[in-house]
């Protein structure tokens, strides 16, 4: 990609696998159909955006509509026989299990004479072609080659699904829309009339550890895509409703407002750069600022400790000559330990803020040494 991030496409059976895949950590982002999201997802994978319907085109080569005595639009008209209900591990086949199981044909299929088949994509459009099928399912969007094949082709109808409405009543993931007449290719007017029909939507998932700036890029390009939207409105996608999972609040945030101001003024690589320093900065702040609060009162005590410790020595000196009569010799061990604490005392090295604090001391010094040498002085005779 032009923004220095390298993309691969992993090809897939559908939303099954897909789901599979991100929950494995084998890729980072996936397309997935709504409806279809495993017990657990929102543990591990957040949604960015819905990006399109995508309905289901139910086809079957008996020509009901042709046969006026028989209603047509209903599900029990393609289960008697052979029908490709999408590829396993596709969104296709799970939602046709459901919805075989909502209509009640899901028991009854040995007994109506029904083989499903695990069929999808380009095998199932040829099967249903060539006569090996009777009827087929496919989720995909209705200007896909494959749609455009089959509603060309002779002998081979779309269902008008009478049930569509009451069906996306019943399951929230599903909506009832209407593919009018001639959208698809208004110059063989395909499909030749309205068309009602329930379709699902197409949404991305990404990891909760994916970079933001990933989601930023999912964002824009759903944003940017100029594929035409041929069932429901034309300004509804991309959107951060449909979704079974959480959307991510990065998304949201992308979604809502834009780029951000990094993203909006520098090179993608450069903002990408900051985010992920800031990612590391931030929570250094956190540490950094309270030690900044901290450090001068640690300075101010620790200064404040080499300096008292100093005094109670003197002090200890100070209460001796108070107390009276002191031995020679005492005096001399006084007098050189006063002399050592000169030395130290000169030979540290404080803050400015500390020098009044450091001059009382030597001040102080140089008092006890002149009463010491005194009290060495004295006659012991007056004593």
Known sequence: MDKGIELEIVGTAGSLENWDLLLAGAVDAALV?????????????EAVASIAFEPLFLFHRRGLQAEESIPTGRLEHLVEGRFAIGAAGSGTQHLMRVLLRETGFEDRLDEIGTTLLSLGGAQAVDALLDGS????????????????RLLAAEGVHLV?????????????????????????????????????????VTYLVVRKDTHRSVVQLLIEAAQRSSIPHLVGSATEFPSLAYTDIPVAEDARYFFERGPNLLHRHLPFWV???????????????????????????????????????????????DEELAGGSVPPARLESDLALLERLDQDVSATEVPLSYMEEFYNLRLHIAYMQQRVRDALARDPAEE
């Open 33 to 45: 159909q709504a409806g279809t999201a495993p017990a657990g997802a929102e543990r591990e994978l």
């Open 133 to 148: 099928i009777d009827a087929a399912a496919f989720v995909m969007a209705p200007q896909a080659p494959l749609v455009q």
């Open 160 to 200: 008008d699904l009478a049930q569509a409405s009451g069906l996306a009543q019943r399951l929230p993931y599903l909506s009832a829309v209407t593919l009018y007449g001639g959208v698809v290719d208004p110059r063989r007017n395909l499909p030749p009339e309205n068309v009602r029909m329930v379709a699902t």
């Open 271 to 317: 903002a990408s750069l900051i985010d992920r320093l800031a990612i590391l900065i931030i929570p250094l702040l956190t540490v950094i600022i309270p030690l900044f609060r901290i450090a001068p009162a640690a300075l101010q005590w620790s200064v404040r400790r080499r300096i008292f410790r100093w005094y109670r020595q003197i002090r200890v000196i």
